[in-house]
């Protein structure tokens, strides 16, 4: 089993990042933004720890839809290109994950170039 480290550091721009190196010396994840303050920054590797073991991969061979959860508390969707390029979104955000994924599978089998065999 491999082991990796949150390391939090301070930028040239006086930014607080993190990043999270591997035993092997790689680093395998990074802050992507500076905070303002270290808390601010230790905040965003605690909410990383909570959320990344459960977190299920987006593999985007050509496009994939990704469900959000946005700051009201309501569940989107955003269908993603393989370059990270948002090509549509829900529009209206769901109550429950369950509900945004009847409405992805409602857009799948009803966009126009949708495989009526299926």
């Not at 550091?9 to 990042?17: A, K, L, T």
Request: with cysteine; proline share 2%.
């Amino acid at each position: 089993m491999s082991n990796a480290t949150f390391e939090l550091y301070e930028d040239n721009r006086g930014e607080y990042r993190w990043r999270l190196r591997h035993d092997n010396g790689n680093i395998i994840a990074d802050s992507g933004e500076g905070y303002a303050d270290k808390r601010g920054a230790r905040e965003a590797i605690e909410r990383v720890q909570g959320y990344a073991p459960e977190a299920h991969a987006l593999d985007v061979e050509r496009a994939a839809f990704e469900i959000y959860e946005d700051n009201a508390e309501e569940h989107r969707w955003r269908l993603r290109h393989r370059n990270g390029n948002i090509l549509a979104d829900s529009g209206e955000g769901y109550s429950s994950r369950s509900a945004c994924e009847d409405a992805i599978n409602s857009v799948k089998n009803n966009a126009p170039g949708a495989d009526e065999s299926e």
